[in-house]
């Protein structure tokens, strides 16, 4: 079992920036991957950034050069940084757990609220 925390989510301006932050119950090391999902009103849930226990990144096409995900081991903390916010990025951001290493992201988070104000 992994328990996942997220937090670091609020409302913020167009432009603004915001960090996430996922407490993982296991040492990130023993993960083979973490993700960051967003699921707007309406909408499917989608992948936004994911990053190995090797430390490889991937972002979605829609927020390449605005997000940055990032880990420290010492804290078993997965990082989101979110930056040129955008209306569209309004979402509750969820953090994952893919321990298996077939992308099933089997452990997930509450969820913390992100909205943007235009």
């Known amino acids: 079992q992994v328990q996942l925390v997220e937090s670091g989510g609020g409302l913020v301006q167009a432009g603004g920036s915001l960090r996430l932050s996922c407490v993982a119950s296991r040492n990130l090391y023993r993960i083979n991957r973490m993700g960051w999902f967003r699921q707007a009103p309406g909408k499917q849930r989608e992948l936004v950034a994911t990053?190995?226990?090797?430390?490889?990144?991937d972002y979605a096409d829609s927020v390449k050069g605005r997000f940055s995900i990032s880990r420290d081991g010492y804290k078993n903390t997965v990082y989101l940084q979110m930056n040129s916010l955008k209306p569209e990025d309004t979402a509750v951001y969820y953090c994952?757990?893919?321990?298996?290493?077939?992308?099933?992201?089997?452990?997930w988070g509450q969820g913390t609220q992100v909205t943007v104000s235009s």
């Open positions: 994952a757990a893919d321990t298996i290493g077939r992308g099933l992201y089997e452990y």
């Open positions: 990053i190995t226990a090797g430390s490889s990144t």
